[in-house]
């Protein structure tokens, strides 16, 4: 019975390791800078750039702001949400795609295989 017991505790470790395999990154192409802060690091994003997030289970806080004097920082971390109840993410990359805005931030997740080719929007 107790062989039985850790048999089955390994098989959930495991399935709950390998059940989100996929990387979380940023990508700008909101048309100019953007500062991006996760994790306790804060980091300047140029247009067209993208910055990974690290794996989907590490990623405790998000937000982002524009680079200019005056902007504050918009909570995103809700996108996570989304995200995991894709089945894509699974096995494939989130890429959060910030687009150009004027009010509200134009956030979309794009899905991109380990060697960076995307397969669907």
Do not use: C
């Not at 062989?3 to 990154?25: D, E, H, N, P």
């Not at 989907?56 to 982002?64: K, M, P, Q």
């Not at 959060?96 to 080719?117: A, H, Q, R």
Request: net charge positive; hydrophobic share 45%.
């Amino acid at each position: 019975m107790n062989k039985i017991f850790k048999t089955l505790l390994f098989a959930l470790s495991v399935s709950a390791i390998t059940a989100q395999a996929g990387r979380i990154w940023l990508q700008n192409e909101y048309g100019k800078a953007i500062i991006v802060k996760f994790n306790r690091k804060e980091v300047v994003v140029a247009n067209r750039n993208r910055v990974s997030l690290g794996d989907f289970g590490d990623l405790e806080s998000l937000a982002i702001r524009t680079n200019t004097m005056g902007s504050f920082y918009s909570n995103i971390l809700e996108i996570k949400g989304e995200i995991w109840q894709n089945p894509l993410s699974r096995s494939h990359d989130a890429v959060i795609v910030v687009g150009p805005s004027t009010l509200f931030w134009d956030l979309k997740i794009e899905w991109e295989k380990p060697n960076k080719s995307i397969i669907a929007k």
